[in-house]
């Protein structure tokens, strides 16, 4: 089917939220690292909210679940988004490919469904990119999203490993259950993390 690609990487956007929000200590929930900014626990919530919102009133795609589980703490977004999400993606991967090509109203506007699974992709990593800004700000060590980080060895083309926390959202969540796996990591390498020849 024409639009698989998109299934595909929302069911793999699940796990890298995931993965993010399982590095957040319980003690930092609360952490604002300016007035405006949202807390860990706030960010949780939009996620929940704002995705709860955009599948059920553009996508016409329910859960059996409130948008938020009932103890908003960090291990309960973890099963809740868990829980949610594959629902979501269970849905998308029966829609035929006129679903997607047809319009559906995105706030004032219209625009394809594609294009909305599309938009709520980038919107997703958007603020999964902002909490991995506060892991820095606690000087901790990141684990890859996409790639190397500056823990994992630095840059792809300087040899550098993909390295994920939890290779799947089966073994995060039996692992966060019980206080969570640290997989060791080997550093930024001997070069910075620097695109520029010779950096």
């Known amino acids: 089917m024409r639009y698989d690609f998109l299934i595909e990487t929302y069911e ?24 405006r900014a949202r807390s860990p626990h706030e960010h949780m919530v939009h996620q929940c909210v704002s995705e709860d919102t955009w599948m059920r009133t553009m996508l016409g795609i329910t859960v059996p ?5 009932a103890a908003e703490t960090r291990l309960a977004f973890l099963e809740h988004y868990a829980a949610t999400s594959v629902v979501r993606l269970t ?7 006129e679903w997607f090509e047809g319009a559906t109203a995105f706030f004032d506007t219209q625009r394809s469904r594609a294009w909305v699974v599309t938009r709520r992709l980038t919107h997703s990593a958007h603020h999964r990119a902002q909490l991995t800004v506060y892991l820095r700000l606690w000087g901790q060590s990141l684990y890859s999203t996409y790639g190397p980080s500056a823990d994992t060895g630095g840059l792809f083309q300087n040899g550098a490993a993909v390295i994920y926390r939890y290779p799947s959202i089966e073994r995060l969540l039996t692992a966060e259950e019980s206080g969570g796996e640290f997989p060791p990591l080997p ?4 070069r910075a993390p620097t695109e520029r020849p010779g950096g």
Do not use: C, H, Y
């Open 12 to 35: 793999t956007e699940r796990i890298k939220t995931l993965n993010v929000w399982s590095q957040i200590p319980d003690a930092r929930m609360e952490f604002r690292p300016e007035p």
């Open 91 to 97: 849905e998308l991967r029966g829609k035929p490919e």
């Open 65 to 69: 679940m409130p948008a938020v589980p």
């Open 187 to 190: 550093g930024p390498g001997q």
